[in-house]
Antibody, heavy 113, light 107 residues
Framework: EVQLVESGGGLVQPGESLRLSCAAS????????MDWVRQAPGKGLEWVAN????????YYVDSVKGRFTISRDNARSSLYLQMNSLRADDTAVYYC??????WGQGVLVTVSS | DIQMTQSPSSLSASVGDRVTITCRAS??????VGWGQQKPGKAPKRLIY???SLLSGVPSRFTGSGYGTEFTLTISSLQPEDFATYFC?????????FGQGTRVEIK
């Protein structure tokens, strides 16, 4: 059974940092592009970033470029999202996804003073 | 960025009804479109990729069609478990973009 389990969310103040993790199991993680997608409260889905199988290619939505960094550890079947300089409009549930086919349950990030 | 304009934003239907949802892309994206379903408080679930291919385990009452800029998701006979929000997404270019979602409610 495919499982994607996110962790690392929480409440932070504007300007602070947070690192999200996603533990994958049940599929060949190292063969998949992986994505982060977020959903602000009451809003639709917004793609954030993705990374190719070996980590050599990374893409980001403009609003997070220079602030967020996606990475992966294939030996640990894990995906990460380092989020710096967080802003109030980064408040959302963040989903880890395998090729946008498989999805985790999401983790809430709240940025507020 | 490619805009995905989804319609309607919501609809009311009865069990057994045929439901059609449309997504229009702001430029030609071939068949690089997927459809998904999300229930309140739950993770999204992908239903269709490549505009018309069902993911494994997805009931055959879901069908997708289209190419270029116009895409549709059809549920041939709505079941109680199908009441949810449906979204389209394009993966033709970056950034990936989603439609605004269609909420399917019980009439």
């Amino acid at each position: 059974e495919v499982q994607l389990v996110e962790s690392g969310g929480g409440l932070v103040q504007p300007g602070e940092s947070l690192r999200l993790s996603c533990a994958a199991s049940g599929f060949m993680f190292s063969n998949y592009w992986m994505d982060w997608v977020r959903q602000a409260p009451g809003k639709g889905l917004e793609w954030v970033a993705n990374i190719n199988e070996d980590g050599s290619q990374k893409y980001y939505v403009d609003s997070v470029k220079g602030r967020f960094t996606i990475s992966r550890d294939n030996a640990r079947s894990s995906l990460y999202l380092q989020m710096n300089s967080l802003r109030a409009d980064d408040t959302a549930v963040y989903y880890c996804s395998g090729r946008l086919d498989y999805w985790g349950q999401g983790v809430l990030v709240t940025v507020s003073s | 960025d490619i805009q995905m304009t989804q319609s309607p934003s919501s609809l009311s239907a009865s069990v057994g009804d045929r439901v059609t949802i449309t997504c229009r892309a702001s430029q030609n994206i071939r068949n690089d479109v997927g459809w998904g379903q999300q229930k309140p408080g739950k993770a999204p679930k992908r239903l269709i990729y490549g505009a018309s291919s069902l993911l494994s385990g997805v009931p055959s009452r879901f069908t997708g069609s289209g190419y270029g800029t116009e895409f549709t998701l059809t549920i041939s006979s709505l079941q109680p478990e199908d009441f949810a929000t449906y979204f389209c997404l394009q993966y033709n270019s970056y950034p990936r973009t989603f439609g605004q979602g269609t909420r399917v409610e019980i009439k």
